[in-house]
């Protein structure tokens, strides 16, 4: 392990040339903004992608994404049919729905130190068959036994959909617009979630349950058809880390800390042979890790989370997720009993309205957020830190308790649907922001080291989510009106913590930086 320069502040980045350091390199539509990640002179680094072929791989992303979404989700507007046709107790499907978050969650120990290793493509691929496998053998489940082992198993095969798109996404994309491709990330991931109990409703009218199961697998084995032919590795072994990228900013005051910028030199000509079609579709033929940094990646990202950072943002995405499944708890309960008295196709529908309130919220955090960053950037000497982007979840503060307010309270007074359907865009909207800002925050912290960084957010994440799924049905014991309320004062607690983030977030990162460096040179960067 090499001598590390352990006083740069972990995330925080020269991003705008305001100092005009002519070494430093820049993006080709702003001269102002510098590329951080430095991107090598290989023409296989992803950062040196076309924007044609980086489009491709996101858009690949994003149909895994909504292909394991749909799989793992498509059953939430028919649990009770598949109860009466299997006998199967209600509470039983939904603690193996519990499961399924939960080693969504753990599971990635396992698979992302694989992915890292051995190549993400072939994961992604064995992910959707896995899924599509799954999907197939639900229809066929008599016991309760069965149910929660193939939840188990599902959750397992899924995990690179929490914790792994992220990660291509960062192989791929600079500082300065990771926050608009994350932030689309995001509408997929809980979009998915919204449209596939949509389509289930009216699939379970005309063809009954296990049809509903059958499209799943059916989209999900195109899905892999697709995912084989057009997605690429984005694994790269790089060089050079944001230590190795520092330029003093003594300019801003502080002068014994450094902050990340673009490489001294500026690099020249791309070197190298760009790979064929066919090398393109290869699967784990290329190692980039050892057996020992393998292990070590399975438990590293347990140490990570001591760091105060990622804890938070684990916990403020989990608390999102949190308010998405009461919302699934308690649409289906709420819509389908007097006096609305909607059939499954009709809740279905009205899950229209958190698809139009996701799109805003992670429109919002994702594509104005990069915008809001850089702006933010040139208010001070040209410097990004991740704390910038939080000032945002200003919105989600008075949206998740307003819309806990106006859905709850809503129902339990009999509101018109319509005014439900607005309180449900509302709550989907809190969530996009929260969660596409919290992935944002963790990422930019410690980006080096984003496989891991991912892996500890999302154990805190689906933990939080499957403690409290079993405790959703005895909090509903209170009525919809106090629940609701009670969860509208806890939601804006937990979502208001974001400002004591700001304030001490930096001294946060300066206090872990002597360990994450030291990680970061025991996984192979040259300092």
Same mark, same amino acid.
């Given at each position: 392990?090499?001598?590390?320069?352990?006083?740069?502040?972990?995330?925080?980045?020269?991003?705008?040339?305001?100092?005009?350091?002519?070494?430093?390199?820049?993006?080709?539509?702003?001269?102002?903004?510098?590329?951080?990640?430095?991107?090598?002179?290989?023409?296989?680094?992803?950062?040196?992608?076309?924007?044609?072929?980086?489009?491709?791989?996101?858009?690949?992303?994003?149909?895994?994404?909504?292909?394991?979404?749909?799989?793992?989700?498509?059953?939430?507007?028919?649990?009770?049919?598949?109860?009466?046709?299997?006998?199967?107790?209600?509470?039983?499907?939904?603690?193996?729905?519990?499961?399924?978050?939960?080693?969504?969650?753990?599971?990635?120990?396992?698979?992302?130190?694989?992915?890292?290793?051995?190549?993400?493509?072939?994961?992604?691929?064995?992910?959707?068959?896995?899924?599509?496998?799954?999907?197939?053998?639900?229809?066929?489940?008599?016991?309760?036994?069965?149910?929660?082992?193939?939840?188990?198993?599902?959750?397992?095969?899924?995990?690179?959909?929490?914790?792994?798109?992220?990660?291509?996404?960062?192989?791929?994309?600079?500082?300065?617009?990771?926050?608009?491709?994350?932030?689309?990330?995001?509408?997929?991931?809980?979009?998915s979630n919204y449209f596939a109990p949509l389509i289930a409703g009216f699939i379970y009218d005309g063809q009954g349950w296990h049809w509903v199961m059958y499209w799943a697998a059916i989209i999900n084995f195109g899905s892999l058809i697709v995912l084989f032919l057009f997605m690429e590795e984005t694994n790269f072994t790089r060089t050079?880390?944001?230590?190795?990228?520092?330029?003093?900013?003594? #300019?801003?005051?502080?002068?014994?800390?450094?902050? =990340?910028?673009?490489?001294?030199?500026?690099? %020249?000509? !791309? @070197? +190298?042979?760009?790979?064929?079609?066919?090398?393109?579709?290869?699967?784990?033929?290329?190692?980039?890790?050892?057996?020992?940094?393998?292990?070590?990646?399975?438990?590293?990202?347990?140490?990570?989370?001591?760091?105060?950072?990622?804890?938070?943002?684990?916990?403020?995405?989990?608390?999102?997720?949190?308010?998405?499944?009461?919302?699934?708890?308690?649409?289906?309960?709420?819509? #389908?009993?007097?006096?609305?008295?909607?059939?499954? =196709?009709?809740?279905?529908?009205?899950?229209? %309205?958190? !698809? @139009? +309130?996701?799109?805003?919220?992670?429109?919002?955090?994702?594509?104005?957020?990069?915008?809001?960053?850089?702006?933010?950037?040139?208010?001070?000497?040209?410097?990004?830190?991740?704390?910038?982007?939080?000032?945002?979840?200003?919105?989600?503060?008075?949206?998740?308790?307003?819309?806990?307010?106006?859905?709850?309270?809503?129902?339990?007074?009999?509101?018109?649907?319509?005014?439900?359907?607005?309180?449900?865009g509302m709550i989907s909207c809190s969530t996009g922001i929260g969660s596409s800002l919290s992935i944002g925050y963790a990422l930019d912290s410690y980006k080096d080291l984003s496989g891991e960084v991912m892996i500890a957010v999302i154990l805190v994440r689906n933990t939080l989510s499957f403690a409290i799924g079993y405790g959703i049905?005895?909090?509903?014991?209170?009525?919809?009106?106090?629940?609701?309320?009670?969860?509208?004062?806890?939601?804006?607690?937990?979502?208001?913590?974001?400002?004591?983030?700001?304030?001490?977030?930096?001294?946060?990162?300066?206090?872990?930086?002597?360990?994450?460096?030291?990680?970061?040179?025991?996984?192979?960067?040259?300092?």
């Amino acid at each position: 392990m090499q001598e590390v320069d352990d006083t740069v502040v972990p995330g925080s980045v020269y991003l705008v040339d305001v100092q005009e350091k002519s070494t430093v390199i820049h993006a080709d539509k702003d001269s102002s903004i510098v590329l951080s990640p430095t991107p090598s002179n290989d023409v296989n680094d992803p950062l040196n992608w076309s924007r044609r072929r980086k489009m491709v791989q996101m858009i690949c992303v994003m149909i895994y994404t909504s292909a394991i979404g749909i799989g793992t989700t498509v059953l939430y507007s028919i649990l009770q049919p598949i109860s009466n046709d299997t006998g199967i107790p209600l509470s039983t499907l939904n603690a193996g729905t519990g499961y399924m978050f939960l080693f969504l969650g753990w599971g990635a120990l396992i698979n992302q130190p694989l992915a890292l290793t051995f190549g993400k493509r072939g994961i992604y691929l064995l992910s959707v068959l896995g899924n599509t496998a799954m999907c197939l053998w639900t229809p066929y489940i008599k016991t309760e036994g069965q149910w929660i082992a193939s939840k188990i198993v599902q959750g397992y095969l899924c995990t690179p959909v929490e914790s792994l798109c992220e990660v291509s996404i960062a192989d791929v994309f600079f500082a300065h617009e990771r926050g608009t491709y994350i932030g689309i990330y995001t509408l997929f991931l809980f979009g998915s979630n919204y449209f596939a109990p949509l389509i289930a409703g009216f699939i379970y009218d005309g063809q009954g349950w296990h049809w509903v199961m059958y499209w799943a697998a059916i989209i999900n084995f195109g899905s892999l058809i697709v995912l084989f032919l057009f997605m690429e590795e984005t694994n790269f072994t790089r060089t050079s880390s944001e230590a190795s990228e520092c330029v003093d900013f003594s #300019s801003s005051g502080d002068k014994d800390e450094k902050s =990340s910028s673009g490489s001294p030199s500026i690099p %020249g000509e !791309l @070197i +190298g042979t760009s790979k064929t079609f066919r090398q393109r579709l290869g699967l784990f033929n290329i190692r980039y890790a050892s057996n020992k940094m393998l292990f070590t990646m399975a438990y590293r990202p347990v140490l990570m989370l001591r760091f105060p950072v990622i804890f938070w943002a684990g916990f403020q995405y989990g608390t999102c997720l949190v308010w998405y499944n009461v919302l699934n708890a308690t649409c289906s309960l709420i819509l #389908s009993d007097p006096p609305y008295n909607f059939r499954a =196709s009709f809740v279905g529908l009205t899950y229209v %309205g958190p !698809l @139009i +309130g996701m799109l805003l919220g992670t429109c919002y955090s994702g594509w104005v957020g990069d915008r809001f960053a850089v702006r933010y950037a040139r208010r001070t000497h040209g410097i990004r830190e991740p704390e910038d982007r939080l000032w945002l979840m200003v919105v989600s503060l008075l949206l998740c308790p307003a819309s806990l307010v106006l859905w709850g309270v809503g129902a339990s007074k009999g509101m018109n649907w319509s005014g439900l359907v607005i309180g449900m865009g509302m709550i989907s909207c809190s969530t996009g922001i929260g969660s596409s800002l919290s992935i944002g925050y963790a990422l930019d912290s410690y980006k080096d080291l984003s496989g891991e960084v991912m892996i500890a957010v999302i154990l805190v994440r689906n933990t939080l989510s499957f403690a409290i799924g079993y405790g959703i049905t005895p909090w509903l014991h209170m009525g919809y009106q106090n629940t609701f309320i009670s969860a509208a004062f806890v939601g804006l607690a937990i979502t208001m913590s974001f400002l004591i983030v700001i304030k001490w977030g930096k001294s946060w990162r300066i206090a872990s930086r002597k360990r994450y460096w030291t990680y970061v040179a025991s996984s192979g960067f040259k300092y």
